[in-house]
């Protein structure tokens, strides 16, 4: 067989692999949301109304194959009230939209926290003191050291410290808060000789953002979009931790509330469950007359910093605000990113841009390779 012959069906089974997967996606998606729906005492009572349905179904047969599924629609416009067509299904967004839009091959050596750097200037950064690279040590100007210096460097650090993974920890998964001396008996283990880690100064917050769980790095998430020439931000919300947890994720308890574009937040905050809180259940702190300090300049940081991401459509940033009031990044997501917490606060996830980017998606759709 020759090299073209070869080729040829190398990429006819890559497509058809990726269509499979596409399809479980979807699947995956539509039997998620039906068990919400089905299970959650607040969507029983909640009589679905058919003629707005039926005008989603149009929508997303026009705009997104022949799509049909409108348990989503039904799901977001119960929480928030906004009966809007445009919502974007996860089952659509994750295994179809998203690839096409920020072309997942090159999200991969973007997301390698090792590499921030690279993109983002280490001033906005917390301070990084080793990359780790399967038990090779780095220092922040990627120096390499001898594992003991660093090892025992670390043993006299007293002070918490935050290490990540290098890649995949999103959802806080392996994140470790602690002690320089813990950590740095915990990287002796065989576990940690086997991966990439990015160890870093734990920040200190802003007081103000503190106020609500001080336990925990409380943070704005905020997704921005490429629309033309132009960065818009298409939505945000504030992340707060709860139970005494180090980490602000909704998966570890924590709660959520949106943030408006003048960065006041809203008079209430859910959790992953959607439950609603006036107050934080653990400070008893009201959200109601909250303002986001400097969120001005954080807007400003997001948008200049997409700038430099030129493959990507859509970013979604995880900014925190030091004690001093300047924004600090903490990571970005090209790929997986949270939209039903958007969707829930702001009402469709693309809102105005919808139809720049459901166009963008058409033309790229097909010669996108995934």
């Known amino acids: 067989m020759n090299v073209k012959v070869r080729q040829y069906f190398k990429i006819k089974y890559k497509k058809l692999f990726q269509y499979q997967r596409q399809l479980f996606g979807v699947w995956r998606h539509k039997r998620l949301i039906k068990k919400v729906i089905t299970n959650d005492p607040k969507f029983k009572t909640k009589i679905k109304d058919k003629a707005y349905l039926t005008s989603a179904q149009h929508f997303l047969k026009q705009n997104l194959f022949s799509f049909q599924n409108t348990d989503w629609h039904h799901y977001y ?8 067509p445009e919502y974007i299904p996860d089952g659509l967004f994750f295994p179809k939209i998203e690839p096409v839009l920020n072309p997942y091959p090159f999200s991969f050596a973007y997301s390698d926290k090792v590499a921030y750097d690279v993109f983002i200037p280490a001033n906005n950064s917390p301070k990084t003191i080793f990359k780790i690279l399967w038990d090779s040590y780095y220092d922040d100007e990627n120096n390499l050291i001898e594992k003991e210096q660093a090892l025992s460097y670390l043993k006299k650090i007293k002070n918490e410290l935050v290490l990540k993974p290098a890649i995949n920890s999103g959802g806080g998964l392996n994140i470790v808060i602690d002690s320089g001396t813990n950590i740095a008996n915990l990287l002796l283990s065989k576990k940690y000789s086997s991966e990439s880690y990015i160890l870093q100064e734990k920040i200190k917050q802003h007081p103000e953002m503190a106020k609500f769980h001080p336990s925990s790095l409380n943070t704005c998430k905020i997704m921005t979009a490429r629309i033309q020439s132009e960065i818009v931000i298409l939505g945000a919300f504030m992340r707060m931790g709860r139970f005494n947890a180090k980490i602000d994720n909704g998966k570890k308890g924590g709660l ?3 943030i408006f574009s003048n960065g006041s937040i809203s008079e209430f905050a859910l959790d992953t469950f959607n ?3 006036d107050h934080h259940p ?3 702190l009201a959200f109601h007359g909250f303002k986001v300090p400097n969120y001005e300049k954080i807007k400003e940081f997001c948008i200049s910093q997409h700038k430099r991401f030129m493959r990507f459509s859509l970013i979604s940033w995880d900014i925190g605000i030091r004690d001093d009031g300047n924004p600090v ?8 990113q949270a939209i039903d917490w958007l969707q829930v606060f702001n009402g469709p996830l693309f809102g105005e841009n919808s139809r720049f980017l459901l166009k963008k998606y058409a033309e790229e759709k097909d010669i996108c390779s995934l």
């Open 282 to 284: 653990d400070t008893g």
């Open 256 to 258: 959520a509330c949106q």
């Open 329 to 336: 990044f903490i990571e970005y997501n090209l790929k997986r």
């Open 275 to 277: 439950n609603r809180f």
């Open 77 to 84: 416009s119960c929480l928030n009230g906004i009966q809007s």
